[in-house]
């Protein structure tokens, strides 16, 4: 079954997210992106796990199985395969945090051989062929070994069968699984937040896979030199820049799931720390003025030494009618609020 953590997902943090990810992998059609949320058909869902790896911010989780513990038990064992015929799920399920840490620490080995003839594949091998790409790009930045994606010789059935659920991994096993099933209705996810999602939301958190990928960065060796990446080659994380039509506004930073943009205290300043970035594009659909770009490229050394960068800065005065404080950009003391309500009199009054 998948869950959906709503304080979590980037659809309930603004009506403006055009994030559809996990909309666009499903294989089944099982999720629904719509203003507000998504909508999941748990009827036909198939526990593929793609949509956990492409979900930017760790929204989205298998009752049944869960990646970061994968990681650990893998990690800590004799293995170097991973492959959906004996310990994993669908391969689209390792987001690049993971693919990236396993990489950085031991020689891995994806087996390929099922997936081309796989029922999802349509859905999901050119997303599993673009992570095993975007993760080799980086880890030869960092100077470590490339994951290796190969087809692996077949593995005995005895292992393979180590996982009853995983029979429910391919299409041909869900709609036997549904024949039983034929009388319910489809169900979808109640779309309502509760407080404590939305406390959630106000808490801001960054994904246990990024905070997992920090702690293997800072275990191995650095590079002997630091290399910069191109932005446009990087879907997990990203290095921005802020234009001078940017006015302060204050919703790229306070509508940001992790934190990575930021403010100080007093609001003068746009904080940035690249390394806390999970490329939600969140800040960019809010942005009116389309004032954050994508900076060209991106410093390796943020993986292992990550700063907090000042995009923007702002003289802050306090208004000379309410005394709040604003972001001044010359001509009359009036904040953005009453200034317009100086207008609207001065129109009511017929002196404008």
């Given at each position: ?18 994030c ?29 796990g ?26 800590k ?17 390792l ?46 930045a ?38 039983d ?28 896979r ?47 799931p ?74 009359e ?20």
């Open positions: 079954m998948l869950n959906i953590q709503a304080g979590s997902c980037v659809r309930y943090y603004a009506k403006h997210s055009s559809t990810k996990c909309e666009h992998i499903c294989p089944t059609k099982a999720i629904k992106t719509q203003e507000g949320g998504i909508a999941i058909n748990q009827s036909e869902c198939i526990d593929c793609a949509c956990l790896g492409i979900c930017p911010t760790e929204a989205l989780a298998l009752r049944e199985f869960d990646v970061n513990s994968f990681f650990f038990d893998f990690l064992s004799k293995e170097q395969v991973i492959s959906c015929k004996s310990n994993f799920v669908c391969l689209a399920a987001s690049l945090d993971h693919l990236i840490a396993l990489g950085a620490v031991k020689e891995v080995v994806l087996d390929i051989g099922h997936c081309k003839e796989c029922d999802i594949a349509p859905s999901c091998f050119a997303q599993i062929e673009h992570n095993i790409d975007e993760a080799n790009y980086v880890l030869e960092i100077e470590c070994k490339p994951i290796e994606a190969k087809e692996v010789a077949k593995v005995a059935d005895e292992k393979a069968n180590r996982r009853e659920f995983f029979t429910l991994f391919t299409l041909k096993g869900a709609l036997k699984t549904k024949q099933f034929e009388k319910r209705l489809a169900s979808l996810e109640d779309q309502k937040i509760s407080v404590e999602q939305i406390a959630k939301i106000r808490e801001k958190s960054i994904p246990n990024r905070k997992l990928l920090y702690t293997i960065l800072q275990k191995i060796d650095k590079p002997s030199s630091y290399r910069y990446l191109e932005n446009e080659h990087l879907s997990f994380t990203s290095d921005k820049e802020i234009d001078s039509s940017c006015d302060n506004c204050s919703l790229c930073y306070r509508i940001c992790t934190q990575a943009l930021d403010s100080d205290a007093r609001g003068a300043k746009i904080l940035f720390d690249p390394f806390l970035c999970v490329r939600c594009h969140l800040c960019h659909d809010v942005c009116e003025k389309d004032s954050i770009k994508l900076a060209q490229f991106y410093d390796t050394k943020e993986f292992f030494e990550p700063s907090v960068k000042i995009l923007a800065q702002f003289t802050i005065t306090r208004c000379e009618d309410c005394g709040n404080p604003f972001s001044y950009f010359g001509g003391k009036l904040c953005p609020r009453c200034k317009i309500e100086d207008e609207e009199a001065k129109r009511l009054w017929g002196i404008g």
